[in-house]
Protein backbone atom coordinates (compact mmCIF):
# COMPACT_ATOMS: atom_id res chain seq x y z
CA UNK A 1 0.00 0.00 0.00
CA UNK A 2 3.03 2.46 0.56
CA UNK A 3 4.43 1.56 -2.51
CA UNK A 4 0.84 1.45 -4.58
CA UNK A 5 -0.29 4.99 -3.11
CA UNK A 6 2.64 6.48 -3.74
CA UNK A 7 3.81 7.77 -0.07
CA UNK A 8 7.95 6.68 -1.52
CA UNK A 9 7.75 9.36 -3.71
CA UNK A 10 7.44 12.58 -0.94
CA UNK A 11 8.46 10.86 2.34
CA UNK A 12 12.10 9.27 2.86
CA UNK A 13 12.74 6.87 5.27
CA UNK A 14 16.20 7.90 6.19
CA UNK A 15 16.76 10.55 8.55
CA UNK A 16 19.91 12.99 7.94
CA UNK A 17 22.83 13.54 10.34
CA UNK A 18 22.68 16.28 12.76
CA UNK A 19 25.64 17.73 10.55
CA UNK A 20 23.63 18.40 7.07
CA UNK A 21 19.76 18.19 8.10
CA UNK A 22 17.57 18.97 11.09
CA UNK A 23 15.59 16.11 11.18
CA UNK A 24 17.22 15.03 14.73
CA UNK A 25 16.01 18.63 16.21
CA UNK A 26 12.41 17.99 14.20
CA UNK A 27 12.09 14.63 16.18
CA UNK A 28 12.73 12.59 13.09
CA UNK A 29 14.91 9.82 15.55
CA UNK A 30 18.50 9.32 14.47
CA UNK A 31 20.52 9.06 11.32
CA UNK A 32 20.10 6.07 9.96
CA UNK A 33 22.90 3.39 9.15
CA UNK A 34 22.85 0.94 6.76
CA UNK A 35 22.15 -2.03 8.66
CA UNK A 36 18.68 -0.53 9.86
CA UNK A 37 18.00 -1.59 5.80
CA UNK A 38 19.54 -5.16 5.59
CA UNK A 39 15.87 -7.01 6.34
CA UNK A 40 13.68 -4.36 4.12
CA UNK A 41 13.06 -5.65 0.66
CA UNK A 42 11.99 -3.50 -1.22
CA UNK A 43 13.56 -1.05 0.14
CA UNK A 44 11.88 2.44 0.58
CA UNK A 45 14.55 5.02 1.07
CA UNK A 46 12.71 7.45 -1.44
CA UNK A 47 14.62 9.89 -3.28
CA UNK A 48 13.63 13.13 -2.62
CA UNK A 49 11.42 14.75 0.47
CA UNK A 50 8.49 16.79 0.22
CA UNK A 51 6.95 16.03 3.27
CA UNK A 52 8.44 14.60 6.70
CA UNK A 53 10.55 11.92 6.86
CA UNK A 54 8.72 8.21 7.90
CA UNK A 55 11.54 6.01 9.18
CA UNK A 56 10.28 6.48 13.08
CA UNK A 57 6.52 7.48 12.85
CA UNK A 58 5.51 4.79 14.12
CA UNK A 59 7.14 6.31 17.69
CA UNK A 60 6.39 9.68 17.23
CA UNK A 61 2.64 9.34 15.60
CA UNK A 62 1.42 5.66 16.97
CA UNK A 63 -2.08 6.14 17.07
CA UNK A 64 -4.01 4.58 15.04
CA UNK A 65 -7.02 7.01 14.33
CA UNK A 66 -4.69 9.67 14.19
CA UNK A 67 -3.12 7.67 10.92
CA UNK A 68 -6.67 6.65 9.62
CA UNK A 69 -7.58 10.31 9.70
CA UNK A 70 -4.74 12.05 8.39
CA UNK A 71 -5.28 9.33 5.31
CA UNK A 72 -8.77 10.05 4.87
CA UNK A 73 -7.97 14.60 5.29
CA UNK A 74 -4.53 15.26 6.15
CA UNK A 75 -5.43 18.74 6.06
CA UNK A 76 -7.41 18.80 9.16
CA UNK A 77 -4.44 17.20 11.13
CA UNK A 78 -1.63 19.39 9.55
CA UNK A 79 -2.89 22.74 8.16
CA UNK A 80 -1.34 23.94 5.18
CA UNK A 81 -0.28 20.42 4.24
CA UNK A 82 -0.41 19.53 0.24
CA UNK A 83 -0.27 15.51 0.90
CA UNK A 84 -3.47 14.29 -1.00
CA UNK A 85 -6.16 12.56 0.74
CA UNK A 86 -6.95 8.81 -0.13
CA UNK A 87 -10.66 8.61 0.68
CA UNK A 88 -10.71 5.54 -1.82
CA UNK A 89 -9.10 3.58 1.15
CA UNK A 90 -12.23 4.50 3.48
CA UNK A 91 -16.01 3.79 3.04
CA UNK A 92 -19.13 6.28 4.27
CA UNK A 93 -21.97 4.63 5.26
CA UNK A 94 -25.47 5.53 7.65
CA UNK A 95 -23.85 3.64 10.29
CA UNK A 96 -20.89 0.87 11.22
CA UNK A 97 -21.32 -2.63 10.88
CA UNK A 98 -19.71 -5.08 13.80
CA UNK A 99 -15.84 -5.38 13.14
CA UNK A 100 -16.07 -2.02 10.97
CA UNK A 101 -13.28 0.55 12.41
CA UNK A 102 -14.90 3.67 12.45
CA UNK A 103 -12.62 6.80 12.06
CA UNK A 104 -12.45 9.13 14.31
CA UNK A 105 -12.77 12.35 12.70
CA UNK A 106 -12.49 16.45 13.98
CA UNK A 107 -15.87 18.44 13.98
CA UNK A 108 -16.80 18.90 10.66
CA UNK A 109 -14.81 16.37 8.68
CA UNK A 110 -17.48 13.58 8.39
CA UNK A 111 -19.89 13.62 6.01
CA UNK A 112 -22.95 15.08 7.49
CA UNK A 113 -25.45 11.99 8.79
CA UNK A 114 -22.21 9.44 7.88
CA UNK A 115 -19.56 7.02 9.24
CA UNK A 116 -16.33 6.66 7.78
CA UNK A 117 -15.25 3.13 7.93
CA UNK A 118 -11.86 2.12 6.85
CA UNK A 119 -10.82 -0.10 4.06
CA UNK A 120 -8.87 -3.28 4.67
CA UNK A 121 -6.43 -1.09 2.43
CA UNK A 122 -6.24 1.64 4.67
CA UNK A 123 -5.46 -1.02 7.77
CA UNK A 124 -2.95 -1.94 6.10
CA UNK A 125 -1.01 1.08 5.39
CA UNK A 126 -1.72 2.36 8.92
CA UNK A 127 -0.18 -0.67 10.16
CA UNK A 128 2.92 -0.28 8.15
CA UNK A 129 3.54 3.08 9.21
CA UNK A 130 3.00 2.26 12.91
CA UNK A 131 5.26 -0.31 12.22
CA UNK A 132 8.71 1.97 11.58
CA UNK A 133 10.37 2.40 14.42
CA UNK A 134 14.12 3.20 14.35
CA UNK A 135 14.41 4.45 17.93
CA UNK A 136 16.62 1.36 19.15
CA UNK A 137 20.47 2.10 19.39
CA UNK A 138 22.27 1.97 15.57
CA UNK A 139 25.02 -0.91 15.63
CA UNK A 140 28.27 0.53 14.79
CA UNK A 141 30.19 -1.79 11.67
CA UNK A 142 33.94 -1.30 11.45
CA UNK A 143 34.82 -1.07 7.34
CA UNK A 144 36.08 -3.58 5.77
CA UNK A 145 39.61 -2.84 4.58
CA UNK A 146 40.22 -4.00 1.18
Known sequence: ????????YCHSQQPRAKAFAPDFSRGWGRATVAGDYAYDQPHLL???RTGPDLMNIGVRQPSEQW?????????AYMPGSIMPSYPFLFETRERAEKGDVVVSLPPGQAPAGQVVVARPQAMDLVKYLQSLDRSYPAIAVPAVKP
Open 1 to 8: MYIANGCV
Open 67 to 75: QLGHLYQPR
Open 46 to 48: GTM
